[in-house]
Each structure stands twice: as structure tokens, then as C-alpha cells.
């Protein structure tokens, strides 16, 4: 069981928007920054959104992150066949003492 | 580039150790500004964090994981280790490597994983 919860999967067909919820609570999305992590096929992990909605170096602005309350969003525009992969969002948890708790992932799959 | 390359022992047996080294390149683990932590996925399931470390020795341990861990830092190899105790067939799983950007202030802590491993498989069997 995740302390985030996100939805398991979604799909749309190229050229369509997905958007990727995680639900949290006060004590880790509610007063801390969110990030979300890609994961293609048989690959490590790679940072996508950081600080909420903050996109690192290289990442195209289809993928926008939002934050709201105890909640983030994660949306892809223009979907893409290689945009198929596992997200992930993650954030501080103060009642852990956890650096990162993840949610359990979203496997997103392109139409 | 920064880099970070997994390296352990593969199979380890029930009840045994589980020893592993993250060699860092394009960074230093001595960064103040960094941590740099373990996480791991078993087969099939999602992201687990197990620890971090901070070159000063601060380090922050997954709960859950019930003090059988333990993560050091050797700044004179730029490298991390992590070592667990007692291992069960739940501990089989990849593990990742990562850096981690663990900074606080207005609007709470912005905790992130910058940069990743490509992972290392270990299985615990018999």
C-alpha cells in the first residue's frame, strides 16, 4: 500500500492528452514539493517534473505537472508511442521521515 | 555527465548479506548541496526508497526496513554503499542508485531524485 495514490493506468491515442493523479495527504503533498519520475520500458527512472511543475533540462513542455491541496497532476499533451512508460510521483513525508515516498505508479499506454 | 554505476553481488543467499556500491562520476559525493540514497523495485511492483546519506553522515533510513540497513560514504572513491542485514526472497528486487536534492523552505521541502543508476538485479535465493 502507497502513501500516494495514483490511478493504475490510462490510455488515449496519440495526439491526445492523459493526466496522472496522486493523492496524498497534509503531512507529504499537502506541505511539500512534488516530482515525478518516467520509467520506459526495462530503464532506470528519470526525473521529470520537479518542484510541482518545474521541468528539468530536456524534458519538452508536453509534460506539465500541477499542484493542488493534497493532490498533483501530472499531464501529457500531444501523446506520443514513446511516451508508453510508468510514472511515478513522489514527495517528503514528514510523518515517515521518509526522503521520498512514491506513489504506486501509473502505467500509461498509448492507444 | 554525471554518472552513477551500480555494482553488487547478484544472487545472495537467504539470511545473508546483501552488499552494494554506487561509483559516482561527474559529481562529488562530498557536494554539499546533495544526498545520495538506494532505491529499489521488485518484480512487478512500484519505487521503494530504502536510505540516503550525506557526505557530512547524516543519513535517513526507510522505517519499514526495521534497522537492517546501513548506507556509508567513501569520498576518497566517490563512491556510496549500502549494506542489509538478514535477507529474505521480499528483498529481491532491482536496485537504483540515485542523487538526491533534498533542499527545504517556503512551501515545504523539495525532495527529488535528479539523477539515477541504470539499476543492478538481485535475487535472494538458495
Known amino acids: 500500500q502507497s502513501v500516494l495514490t495514483q490511478p493504475p493506468s490510462v490510455s488515449a491515442a496519440p495526439g491526445q492528452k492523459v493526466t496522472i493523479s496522486c493523492s496524498g495527504s497534509s503531512s507529504n503533498i499537502g506541505e511539500n514539493y512534488v516530482s515525478w519520475y518516467q520509467q520506459l520500458p526495462g530503464t532506470g527512472p528519470k526525473l521529470l517534473i520537479y518542484?510541482?511543475?518545474k521541468r528539468p533540462s530536456g524534458i519538452p513542455d508536453r509534460f506539465s505537472g500541477s499542484k493542488s491541496g493534497t493532490s498533483a497532476t501530472l499531464d501529457i499533451t500531444g501523446l506520443q508511442t514513446g511516451d508508453e512508460a510508468d510514472y511515478y510521483c513522489?514527495?517528503?513525508?514528514?510523518?515517515?521521515?521518509?526522503?521520498?515516498?512514491f506513489g504506486g505508479g501509473t502505467k500509461v499506454t498509448v492507444l | 555527465q554525471l554518472q552513477l554505476q551500480e555494482s553488487g553481488p547478484g544472487l545472495v543467499k537467504p539470511s545473508e548479506t546483501l552488499s552494494l556500491t554506487c561509483t559516482v562520476s561527474?559529481?562529488?559525493?562530498?557536494?554539499?548541496?546533495?544526498?545520495w540514497g538506494w532505491i529499489r523495485q521488485s518484480p512487478g511492483k512500484g519505487l521503494e526508497w530504502i536510505a540516503s546519506?550525506?557526505?557530512?553522515?547524516?543519513?535517513y533510513y526507510n522505517p519499514s526496513l526495521n534497522g537492517r540497513l546501513t548506507i556509508f560514504v567513501d569520498t576518497s572513491k566517490n563512491q556510496f554503499s549500502l549494506r542489509l542485514i538478514s535477507v529474505t526472497a521480499a528483498d529481491t528486487a532491482v536496485y537504483y542508485c540515485?542523487?538526491?536534492?533534498?533542499?527545504?523552505?517556503?512551501?515545504?521541502?523539495?525532495?527529488?531524485?535528479?539523477?539515477w543508476g541504470q539499476g543492478t538485479v538481485v535475487t535472494v535465493s538458495s
Open positions: 518542484e510541482n511543475s
Open positions: 513522489g514527495t517528503w513525508d514528514s510523518n515517515v521521515h521518509a526522503h521520498v515516498v
Open positions: 540515485a542523487r538526491l536534492l533534498a533542499t527545504a523552505g517556503p512551501g515545504g521541502r523539495r525532495n527529488c531524485f535528479d539523477a
Open positions: 546519506i550525506h557526505y557530512t553522515g547524516t543519513t
Open positions: 561527474g559529481d562529488s559525493v562530498s557536494s554539499h548541496n546533495y544526498y
